[in-house]
């Protein structure tokens, strides 16, 4: 009965276990710092696990937000490029094109021909701007689809986000008990190992994130 019940609460939280990972991964990485809010503020559990929610929600929803703002801006000028080019046709060609061995007149003389006349750059592009729309919509879509459920993931990582950081001592101390229980010292001293790779992992690459973004800027 025991064994049963274990597999459907399993097969119940399959679809939300990697959101679910997250969370334990993120809370347990962070717990230092929910610590001392609490001890510094002097308040109760609740009230700080609310604080750090509201904290991870700006510090992970922030990057989102400028991301697609940022992808926006450039479909933007892409589009207004398109226009642009239709509308005025190539610019003269450039000087290294005539130089090209064999076919340089050849392409000069194509390329001042599509650049004289506007119609014919849009017929011998109309093929291609058929597909590229096609894929750009479909690219599209399968963005928004992502974004989509990564937002979904994400909010649901920070609801049990809060319940972690509120009963975190609780279940870390039935954790350990259960460790002990069933390997003895031995698993006790696992849960400390793995604990400290998660963390070590977690640091790395938030530290080598941050050290990427201060050297784009």
């Known amino acids: 009965?025991?064994?049963?019940?274990a597999i459907a609460s399993f097969l119940v939280l399959r679809p939300f276990a990697a959101a679910i990972l997250w969370a334990g991964i993120l809370v347990y990485s962070t717990w230092p710092i929910f610590t001392a809010i609490q001890r510094r503020l002097g308040i109760g559990r609740s009230f700080a696990a609310l604080l750090m929610i509201l904290a991870a929600f700006a510090v992970l929803?922030?990057?989102l937000a400028f991301v697609v703002a940022d992808f926006a801006d450039d479909a933007r000028r892409l589009v207004?490029?398109?226009?642009?080019?239709?509308a005025d046709g190539l610019p003269p060609p450039p000087a290294w094109l005539a130089s090209l061995p064999v076919v340089g007149h050849h392409l000069e003389d194509q390329w001042r021909r599509i650049a004289s006349d506007a119609g014919e750059l849009q017929v011998i592009l109309a093929p291609y701007t058929q597909v590229l729309g096609r894929w750009g919509f479909d690219a599209g879509v399968n963005v928004g689809l992502?974004?989509?459920q990564g937002t979904m993931e994400?909010?649901?990582a920070l609801f049990v986000m809060f319940f972690l950081y509120r009963d975190g001592a609780t279940i870390a101390g039935r954790l350990q008990g259960g460790a002990i229980r069933l390997l003895g010292a031995r698993g006790e001293r696992l849960l400390n190992v793995a604990g400290n790779t998660?963390?070590?992992?977690v640091y790395g690459v938030v530290g080598t994130a941050l050290i990427q973004g201060l050297l784009m800027l």
């Open 61 to 63: 929803l922030a990057p």
């Open 1 to 5: 009965l025991l064994a049963g019940l």
């Open 198 to 201: 998660v963390q070590a992992v």
């Open 146 to 148: 992502g974004l989509a």
């Open 154 to 156: 994400l909010a649901l």
């Open 80 to 86: 207004q490029s398109g226009r642009i080019l239709f």
